[in-house]
């Protein structure tokens, strides 16, 4: 029977190569298969650009987004019927004259505040809360978690609706144009998701041999929480976070569209299609635009949730 043989040089490369496979860290290795990803990558390049947008958008904006003209309301885009465009206005103006491309360009800035800054508080509160609730047990336990039953008893929804409906008037409303208050009510909603995915993962990792080790030498348990268990959770709560920013900008538009959000004239895509769905019979450009940023991130940001998900799990490893 023939023997395959290899010589030295061949057989110390392919040592290197298993010793490097194995000595790859978790972080590494998830971006490695993440790259693979292609629809991963596609959405992880889409919000790239529209935070670059969001950046540059004093910039980027050829007009002011609130200066109103009525004496060019209306026009459509430039692929419309020429006797109904007008080149100052690519993406056209709504039923008060403003430039729908400049209006779309300040209002990716402020649906990615409201995407990014509410999922921080989420990460911060939900973690915290799990990972005392998990690590303590007892009576800890018992209290933090009656608090996020109650809570997550409300509809998110409707919760939001009545936090949003009862202070929008007084001085935290203002605060920002409403900006403030949509942060805070946001956040106090969808903790309690990110507190029970935390608590859960403690749960099962707390009495694991390296937490023991680490009681064994003498380790604090702040100690333990945040050097050892945090970083062996970090990779369901990142996923969670990536599903959870999309959901924000959502309830946003959705606020807004009702009349409860952010507050005129700051320009956001919910507070674009409130505006133009009054003269939808007439242009629909005023409420598709919007609509259609809205749904380009949302379906990006999904990609590159299904993506981390695929690469942080250990069953994927190849």
């Not at 392919?14 to 292609?38: C, G, H, P, T, Y």
């Not at 800890?140 to 009545?162: C, E, G, H, S």
């Not at 507070?271 to 598709?288: C, D, Q």
């Amino acid at each position: 029977m023939a023997t395959i043989t290899t010589s030295p040089g061949q057989t110390r490369a392919l040592e290197l190569n298993i010793l490097a496979r194995k000595q790859r860290s978790l972080w590494r290795d998830a971006w490695f298969r993440l790259r693979r990803n292609k629809a991963a990558m596609v959405g992880l390049g889409v919000v790239a650009v529209f935070v670059v947008i969001a950046i540059l958008a004093p910039f980027l904006a050829p007009r002011d987004p609130i200066q109103q003209t009525t004496a060019n309301a209306l026009a459509d885009p430039f692929w419309g019927s020429p006797q109904y465009t007008n080149p100052e206005y690519p993406l056209g103006s709504d039923q008060l004259g403003r430039d729908i491309l400049s209006r779309l360009i300040w209002s990716t800035r402020v649906s990615l505040w409201v995407g990014f800054i509410p999922v921080s508080l989420i990460f911060l509160i939900g973690v915290s809360v799990g990972m005392l609730a998990g690590y303590n047990g007892g009576w800890v336990d018992n209290l933090l978690m009656r608090i996020t039953d109650v809570i997550y008893a409300f509809p998110d929804l409707l919760f939001l609706f009545i936090i949003m409906a009862m202070l929008r008037n007084t001085a935290a409303g203002n605060l920002g144009g409403g900006l403030v208050l949509m942060f805070v009510a946001i956040a106090l909603v969808n903790w309690v998701g990110m507190a029970r995915l935390v608590r859960g993962q403690v749960l099962s990792l707390k009495e694991r041999e390296f937490i023991e080790a680490a009681r064994a030498i003498g380790a604090k348990p702040r100690r333990i929480m945040v050097r050892h268990l945090f970083p062996n959770v970090l990779a369901p709560v990142i996923v969670s976070v990536a599903f959870g920013i999309p959901s924000a900008m959502l309830a946003e538009a959705t606020l807004s569209f009702f009349g409860i959000g952010i507050k005129p004239p700051t320009p956001t895509w919910g507070v674009m299609i409130n505006e133009g769905f009054v003269v939808f019979s007439t242009t629909p450009w005023p409420v598709l635009l919007p609509a259609l940023c809205i749904s380009i991130v949302m379906l990006a940001f999904t990609f590159v949730g299904d993506g981390l998900r695929d690469a942080l799990d250990p069953r994927m490893k190849t």
